[in-house]
């Protein structure tokens, strides 16, 4: 069956970095396009970024562009997403997300929480 | 980007009430919306895609219509595993956009 496992949260100052990973198993990973999405304590779903099957095409929330980086090994089938210059605002859980045909976010992982404090 | 506004924002329904919930695109999205289900620190679930196909394994007392800038979620029976957390979704355009949840309560 569909496996999304993140891993990579934790807590850190802001201003510093950290990056996500993904490990997908059990689909054609490099078939797919892949999305973060993330929610902070008590909020709501935001869409933080999506990449196409190949690694082609990326696509950024205006509140982390600049600033965030999604990228995939689909030799490894990996999901990454690299976060620099964090925020406090950023504080959340990440969820990793396979997109599917129909336009649907069909597969989640089980999130990663980031905590951005000083 | 594309603004999704739900209504209500929370609700409180009974066992086996039929409930609504409506979600509003601030310009028009064709069918490009989903429907997903959040139960507390759970991640969501899909129940709807292309406004009201019913995703493959969702109960089909879940509904969902709409097309343009107006879509509703309808479920036509409450059962107790039901109260949660109601999102809507938008793929119409990049950046994605969620509406910011209707929590349905007992």
């Known amino acids: 069956q569909v496996q999304l496992v993140e891993s990579g949260g934790g807590v850190v100052h802001p201003g510093r970095s950290l990056k996500l990973s993904c490990a997908a198993s059990?689909?054609?990973?490099?078939?797919?396009?892949m999305h973060w999405v993330r929610q902070a304590p008590g909020k709501g779903l935001e869409w933080v970024a999506a990449?196409?099957?190949?690694?082609?095409?990326?696509y950024y929330a205006d509140s982390v562009k600049g600033r965030f980086t999604i990228s995939r090994d689909n030799s490894k089938n990996q999901l990454y997403l690299q976060m620099n210059t964090l925020r406090v605002e950023d504080t959340a859980v990440y969820y990793c997300?396979?997109?599917?045909?129909?336009?649907?976010?069909?597969?989640w992982g089980q999130g990663t929480p980031v905590t951005v404090s000083s | 980007a594309i603004q999704l506004t739900q209504s209500p924002s929370s609700l409180s329904a009974s066992v086996g009430d039929r409930v609504t919930i409506t979600c509003r695109a601030s310009?028009?999205?064709?069918?490009?919306l989903a429907w997903y289900q959040q139960m507390p620190g759970k991640a969501p679930k899909v129940l709807i895609y292309?406004?009201?196909s019913l995703e493959g394994d969702m109960p089909s007392r879940f509904s969902g219509s709409g097309s343009g800038t107006e879509f509703t979620l309808t479920i036509s029976s409450l059962q107790p595993e039901d109260f949660a957390t109601y999102y809507c979704?938008?793929?119409?355009?990049?950046?994605?956009?969620f509406g910011q949840g209707t929590r349905l309560e007992i």
């Open positions: 997300v396979r997109e599917r045909s129909g336009w649907k976010l069909d597969s």
């Open positions: 990449i196409s099957f190949d690694g082609s095409n990326k």
């Open positions: 310009q028009g999205i064709r069918t490009a």
């Open positions: 292309d406004a009201s």
């Open positions: 979704q938008q793929f119409n355009s990049y950046p994605i956009t």
């Open positions: 059990g689909f054609t990973f490099s078939s797919y396009p």
